[in-house]
């Protein structure tokens, strides 16, 4: 089954968030996203205040950095986010962008990210994770135990999904800024064959969340998205091996800021929904052709985010559910 789901950064003030939730909720989305991005307002606050307006979503944090959280804080929340929400909690972990606003050096390996997972499935499942805890500290954590909680692992790189995809926690491989589908397919073959080479029976999903900019034509669509993949895209996408499968360079990622310099329509089309809504439903099924089994539209989404919800809730959801 194709789910739908919507991503928003922590730049808004804090009451916009229950309001898009509660219009989401008249639609049939999947969940609720909220980017754990550095520069911005936190997300598990953000999560935790919009829960209580929600009843059907899914909602929590992508794609929490690796180095930003130890594996207990990362369970402690999630829990008592899956206990407000009545078992729609989610939460995503990364190795991390914007590592360079820390205040010392981080961790940002690929082993840190699989160590931070395995630890975070045995809290969320009871199993042991410290061979030093007595019965009284253990049985003070029980209340984490038993949770069937919506985890990913953010990622763009072979290796990592892989290897997460052999994690029995892990539900899906999200991938930030992903609208190639020569790289979807090939990131659904590897996930496949991992998953299977561990013995998992269940589908691991293939998330695809690109940056998205609705409006009334491609050419206003490029010009307002322009200078937002100008500044994400060198910390979100980086050397990612998505770039050579759009046939771009890292130093391409590295045009100036000046308004007045560009960014070529066929790497953003690589990266970005953009477009009219029935350009990007048109995208859309050329995604999931690709293996995608969940999209989840970042952003902006447009320069109205509430017209954009209606839009992706009526125009494009009924397309294909």
């Not at 829960?51 to 950095?65: D, E, F, Q, R, S």
């Amino acid at each position: 089954m194709v789910r739908f789901s919507l991503a928003f950064e922590g730049d808004r003030a804090i009451e916009q968030y229950p309001r898009f939730a509660e219009i989401m909720e008249n639609y049939d989305f999947y969940s609720m996203q909220i980017y754990e991005h550095i520069p911005y307002r936190p997300a598990w606050p953000i999560a935790f205040h919009t829960a209580k307006y929600t009843k059907k979503l899914l909602i929590g944090p992508v794609t929490v950095p690796v180095f930003l959280y130890n594996p207990l804080t990362l369970a402690r929340n999630l829990a008592v986010l899956d206990e407000l929400t009545n078992g729609r909690a989610l939460m995503g972990i990364s190795r991390g962008a914007y590592a360079h606003y820390m205040t010392e050096d981080v961790d940002r390996s690929i082993k840190n990210v699989l160590k931070s997972i395995t630890l975070l499935g045995a809290l969320l499942s009871g199993e042991e994770y410290r061979k030093d805890l007595g019965p009284t500290e253990k049985e003070k954590l029980r209340w984490l135990a038993g949770r069937n909680i919506e985890v990913y692992v953010g990622t763009s790189g072979v290796k990592l999904s892989a290897l997460a995809s052999q994690l029995r926690v892990v539900k899906g491989i999200v991938v930030d800024n992903l609208w190639n589908p020569t790289y979807a397919e090939r990131l659904r073959k590897i996930i496949n064959e991992a998953s299977t080479e561990a013995g998992r029976t269940e589908k691991v999903q293939l998330i695809a969340r690109p940056f998205t900019m609705m409006a009334e034509n491609k050419d206003d669509a490029k010009r307002r998205i322009m200078p937002i993949l100008k500044e994400y895209l060198p910390d979100l996408v980086g050397k990612s091996p998505m770039l050579a499968a759009a046939e771009f360079t890292y130093d391409e990622l590295q045009v100036p800021k000046a308004r007045d310099y560009g960014m070529p329509l066929e790497l953003m089309e690589n990266f970005a929904a953009l477009g009219t809504i029935q350009e990007i439903v048109e995208q859309t099924a050329v995604m999931l052709k690709a293996g995608v089994d969940h999209v989840c539209y970042g952003h902006p989404l447009s320069q109205n985010p509430i017209d954009a919800i209606r839009l992706v809730g009526e125009k494009i959801i009924p397309s294909f559910v």
